[in-house]
Structure formats: structure tokens, C-alpha cells
């Protein structure tokens, strides 16, 4: 198995535009989670999915943070506009074991640079 | 609110010495307590894990001690090696439905030669 897919591995992009980053999850895992790790912050949960179901999004800091899921190997995290307080290291992570999603697997990462 | 306190920030170690990270939680209703260990350039990787109904776990060089009472747990690398360099976190979560895991804020590991 070829683990979580991301891409890109690196953005570059400048104030107000929009930024899509990209995800598949490990085959055959149930649970999806966003996470963004800065140096001041750690790593922060964002969203996660349950069967492609968005089950809990309060960890998105506002507005222009939105996620999808349209299929289990699937799912994008979209920030419009895009701000230079947003750059960081963005990781989506699967998980096999469900709702209690206790051994997540991560990706690489994004790294997202707003200038 | 931060419910799992990590220390040390940053840890240099000799090569064949002992590492320990510490933990601390406040919410009584955790009960998995894993270790995610994440080398520059990657995503954080499950390293060990321990459930409260022991006190201590080991896998090769590495060690869980756990401390119920004290709401503590502890991550030991022996003989630590220079390809432990690493950061290192500490997690937690809780034995209801619905959770996820509360990531502590990182130990950044040196070994020195």
C-alpha cells in the first residue's frame, strides 16, 4: 500500500487567492482527518470524517476553511482567501478502526506558503 | 484549553544514552495514550501506544511509563541512537465515542555523536 497520498507537497501562493490541497486516504480506512502543525500551535485537528460524513469541524479556524469528502478515496481541503497567517504544514492522516480512530496514519504534508 | 501537557520543548541527548519525554493530562475519561514520532520532511508515525491497566509498556529500546494517579506518562528511549533524532509527541484519548486524539506540543530530539 502506497500510504496517504497528498498533494502538492509544497504551495506557494499569494494573499487572496485560493489554495486546494488533495488527499487519499489508505484504502479500506473509514475515518479521514485534516490536521495543520505550526510552531507556536503543534498540531491542530481541523476536520475529521466518518464513512465520508463530516463528524466533527470545530477545530476550523473560520470561514474560509472548508473540507469535502465526495468519495472514500478522496478528499480536498479548500481555503479562500487565502491569508498569510494560514502558512504551515497541513497533514491528512486515515484510520482504520472507526469512530475511535485510535492508529492514524499520516501523510507527508503540504507545505503552504501565503505570502 | 490544552489537555495534554508535553516537556521537555527540546531534548539533546548522547548516543547511548537514555531520552525521557514527559506528559502530563487533565481529562480523567482518557484512556489510549500513544506516541507519534515524526522525522523532518514527514507525517507523525504511530511509535508505541499504552492503555491504563498497566503501568509500563516496552518495545525494543522504547518504554511507556504510565502513572495513573499522577495522571503522567513518560517515554523512555534507551541506548538512544542518532536515528532517534526526531520530534516526538505524546497523545491521549478519551474511552467515549465521537473523540479523537489530543496531540501534546512536541519534543524535538538530538542525539549527538
Known amino acids: 500500500d502506497a500510504g496517504v497520498i497528498q498533494s502538492p507537497r509544497h504551495e506557494v501562493t499569494e494573499m487572496g487567492q485560493e489554495v486546494t490541497l488533495r488527499c487519499k486516504p489508505i484504502?479500506?480506512?473509514?475515518?479521514l482527518f485534516w490536521y495543520r502543525q505550526t510552531m507556536m500551535r503543534g498540531l491542530e485537528l481541523l476536520i475529521y470524517?466518518?464513512?465520508?460524513?463530516?463528524?466533527?469541524d470545530s477545530g476550523m479556524p473560520e470561514d474560509r476553511f472548508s473540507a469535502k469528502m465526495p468519495n472514500a478515496s478522496f478528499s480536498t481541503l479548500k481555503i479562500q482567501p487565502s491569508e498569510p497567517r494560514d502558512s504551515a504544514v497541513y497533514f491528512c492522516a486515515s484510520s482504520p478502526g472507526g469512530i475511535r480512530n485510535e492508529k492514524l496514519f499520516f501523510g507527508s504534508g503540504t507545505q503552504l506558503s501565503v505570502l | 484549553q490544552q489537555q495534554v501537557k508535553q516537556s521537555p520543548q527540546s531534548l539533546i541527548v548522547q548516543k547511548g544514552g537514555i531520552s525521557i519525554i514527559n506528559c502530563a493530562y487533565e481529562?480523567?475519561?482518557?484512556?489510549?495514550f500513544p506516541w507519534y514520532q515524526q522525522f523532518p520532511g514527514k507525517g507523525p508515525a504511530l511509535l508505541i501506544a499504552i492503555r491504563p491497566d498497566v503501568s509500563e509498556k516496552k518495545e525494543g529500546r522504547f518504554t511507556i511509563s504510565f502513572n495513573k494517579s499522577a495522571k503522567q506518562f513518560s517515554l523512555h528511549i534507551m541506548d538512544s541512537q542518532p536515528g532517534d533524532s526526531a520530534t516526538y509527541f505524546c497523545?491521549?484519548?478519551?474511552?467515549?465515542?465521537?473523540?479523537?486524539?489530543?496531540f501534546g506540543t512536541g519534543t524535538r530530539l538530538t542525539i549527538i555523536p
Open positions: 470524517f466518518n464513512n465520508n460524513v463530516p463528524i466533527d
Open positions: 481529562n480523567t475519561a482518557f484512556d489510549y
Open positions: 497523545a491521549a484519548t478519551p474511552n467515549f465515542g465521537n473523540e479523537k486524539l489530543t
Open positions: 484504502s479500506g480506512h473509514n475515518s
